[in-house]
């Protein structure tokens, strides 16, 4: 099956290059809802047609979290023939886009796909419009050379993404035991590698715990000419807190931080040394080359840790004060710091919320300052952490044995994916994150790309993936899910993400 | 003549509102010159014509900085009959103001002059208009009663104070020989009382050194999910160095910055015991009130000390760096800290740059960062102090004592009026800070107001001060000014508005 497969797909190149290209053009942007809506559903529309022609049924769902005042675009749900004898897959994709303008620095029009040098240059060709129709050709594919699909699969598509996903996290929780109900394996196709030529599967992915200090010292700004020796000033406290939080080696000062933090094993190094990564290459990536050509870490292995493994604190920015260029004396009177911790598995958010406000207290109380502080959590966030030893990931490493002749990259991230860890919590099937795009895809940037090569070997290692997923025996695992959260539990930060948690393990 | 002048005046209090109302009504704000610009020449010429009513002779001197690219208001010199017996003043306001509109929170249209419980509404009434009229008005008076004037009077009306005063030392500089060749003593009319009802005369201003700290790790902001724990962060640097600077008490922890810094002498301080000032009502105008309640200084000695005759340290913000509101996973690349100290007599702002650097230079090699950094002084301008036992106080004084039957508080400020230094530094001649306005005015503020009694009782004090000044004996000191700057001298910050610096004394 395998040679037809591949044989059909290297025909069709052209025609997916034009979809594509038709995709691109519709600017789906999502943080532009109010031009922008009628272009995200357009492309909604799109993808339906598509799974209608392939005879699959489609459903273009209510977004949970719109209302008649703020409509988002709908939830795109694809599901084709049941056969209750195999396992099913969800795979996700998402249909908006970043904005984009030729304005920006872009080389051609970002909503003309353009064919450069075997790069499709558009924007959403990488991201993720070019993966999320990959699934669509796979399917056509079989259809067309009339091989059976050897699972069941079930498309989750939204139109949200690129502004946090509204509305899919209610939809998860709330449709854990329906349309999610008997869903074996996720499949989530939307980050990249991280080199050029050799593939990766994806396994982790760090959490996040976004604060804001507050300090305030008077009512409203003021002078300095004036008032400046007279007030306490509540930018010298606040830069004072937001100093104790992180040393320029960028190692956390917070107490009680790192307690949670595994200590790397030798298992766990040796898991490091065969990632293709190159360091120097990396420093352009990372923007240091110029500057400093200096990193916080030195060799592949420190790194890559850094950047996965261990928890990190960015300071980004202080709301209220003078951000302006020039000159302005003004003792700002109410000053909101932020920063963010990245955190990794075992890491849990409430805890860092505990010790964070804890160390906020003990160094205000050392300034003996009058002014009023406050901090809160905005954003809370678990890190995910998978085992590349589950089956659905050696089922996509098999794929990219077969497409490659090489054993993918188990690689981590540093960002996070929050619907990752919201597939699993809500229904306790294992997420997939496996990448076709190329580090250099620019997804965000001028001049997003999409390899003619990633295309057409993305459709092939899909293939292959379900081929391989088909596979799989062993009983249905559908059955046991949903324990629903406490209440207590359900206040936790990050837990619109985890309405449900299910206590059954394939 | 005091007599015959007071009743005069009283009996013009109505006309005297009128014609403020006229002034208040043109809309002369400096900081929007393309639209204003017209308005600012219109008020300009409302002064002119009001100079060529009293028998004077005007020019509008085309401003020294402005280009036909970049039009700026011209300045307007006004000169009375010169009698070379009498000394010469020369009288300073201007006659352009702070943006306003009634959305702000106005209680009435900011450009009509309305009148509430004696106040007179409207901007511009208090800052600087009424005062800048009070002068012709008090010409006028000596006219209408045929009293001849004790000293020659030169006006010095410009339009662009609230934008920095654009073009006038430029003016100063070119004229300290020419227009202000003569000039034996220099009025500013526009500071204000540090109460409500007991006049003083200000004799002291801070000076000022504003920094920009730029650290910058990275050529581009970077993903703080994908990047931290990669790149040494800018943030993190700049954070601490800016943690370095002043601690929640306000000292200074910069080596060196208080070294020239004189002691208080027991003399100095009995100078501050007359004064009025109530700090529990300062609390409220220092906008701590609903805070914290909580002063740096809790009595009143201390207080205006620390305002008026210590340096002090503000943090003002961070350019460069998230500054929005919610949350954004920014690692900002290059980040800015603006700072500044108020500086104090015997306090050189080039020394100040000079162990700000060097301060700067320890710290950061504490950090032992590969990012860059670098410290710029955007602004420098030495402190002004003035002596209350000149003749020029002295007659202000006296002028005070006819009037309000007290003698004045001496204060000084915290802000700066760098036009102070720059006459005299020009011309060696003393300039005296004469406030008619009340503390509770609102300058630049919503609701800027100008109190009936403030307004007639001003144009007497200022009457008044006139003949003080015409009792003065002694020779005119006009013959020994201008020795210039060297080249050296001029790179100085500051230099701007010493061109030429003048020896000679009263």
């Known amino acids: 099956m395998k040679e037809r497969f591949f044989a059909y797909v290297d025909e069709r190149q052209r025609r997916y290059i034009d979809q594509l290209g038709e995709a691109v053009a519709i600017p789906s942007v999502s943080s532009q809802l109010d031009t922008h809506l009628p272009d995200i559903q357009k492309m909604m529309e799109y993808a339906a047609n598509f799974i209608q022609r392939l005879g699959g049924q489609w459903e273009l769902r209510d977004n949970p979290d719109g209302t008649s005042e703020r409509p988002l675009p709908p939830l795109l749900l694809g599901h084709f023939p049941v056969d209750p004898r195999k396992k099913t897959v969800c795979v996700y ?17 970002p909503f003309v796909l353009t064919e450069r040098d075997g790069k499709l240059f558009g924007r959403g060709s990488t991201d993720d419009k070019g993966p999320a129709l990959s699934w669509l050709w796979v399917i056509e594919a079989h259809k067309e050379l009339g091989i059976d699909l050897p699972v069941n699969i079930k498309i989750l598509y939204e139109g949200m993404e690129e502004y946090g996903s509204e509305g899919l996290f209610t939809f998860i929780r709330d449709e854990h035991d329906k349309f999610l109900g008997d869903v074996d394996f996720f499949c989530i196709s939307d980050n990249y590698w991280i080199g050029k030529s050799k593939p990766c599967l994806t396994y982790g992915l760090r959490g996040l715990a976004y604060f804001e200090l507050i300090v305030q010292g008077c009512e409203q700004d003021l002078h300095s000419g004036n008032m400046g020796g007279a007030v306490h000033e509540a930018m010298t406290d606040l830069i004072r807190l937001m100093g104790t939080l992180v040393d320029s080696q960028g190692r956390i000062l917070i107490e009680g931080v790192m307690d949670d933090v595994k200590p790397v094993t030798p298992e766990e190094e040796a898991f490091y040394d065969p990632i293709e990564f190159d360091v120097e290459s990396f420093k352009e990536e990372a923007k240091v080359k110029s500057i400093s050509n200096k990193l916080l870490h030195g060799n592949k292995k420190d790194l890559l840790m850094a950047r996965w493994r261990f928890p990190t604190l960015s300071l980004h920015g202080i709301e209220g004060a003078f951000s302006g260029s020039g000159a302005k004396t003004v003792i700002p009177a109410k000053v909101k710091g932020k920063f963010s911790m990245r955190l990794v598995p075992d890491q849990d958010p409430v805890r860092i919320e505990q ?49 490659f002749q090489t054993t993918p990259d188990y690689t981590r991230e540093g ?52 081929h391989e997923l088909g596979k799989i025996g062993g009983p249905k695992p559908s059955s046991c899910r949903c324990i629903p959260l406490t209440e207590e539990e359900l206040m936790v930060p990050g837990a619109f993400m985890k309405g449900f948690r299910c206590k059954c393990e394939m």
Request: glycine fraction near 6%.
């Open 355 to 403: 010790v964070v406000r804890a160390h906020i207290a003990r160094e205000f109380e050392k300034l003996n300052s009058p002014n009023k502080v406050e901090l809160n959590m905005l954003h809370g966030a678990k890190s995910w952490l998978s085992s590349p030893d589950h089956p659905n990931y050696a089922a996509a490493a098999a794929a990219i044995q077969t497409v």
């Open 415 to 466: 960002g996070s994916i929050p619907i990752t860890t919201a597939f699993e919590e809500a229904t306790g099937m294992n997420a997939l994150l496996l990448p076709i795009g190329a580090c250099d895809d620019m997804a965000h940037s001028q001049n997003e790309k999409y390899n003619i090569t990633n295309l057409m070997n993305g459709i092939k290692v899909l293939g292959m993936y379900l």
């Open 93 to 109: 994709g998402h249909l908006d886009v970043q904005p984009a303008h030729i304005d920006d620095g872009w080389d051609s029009e």
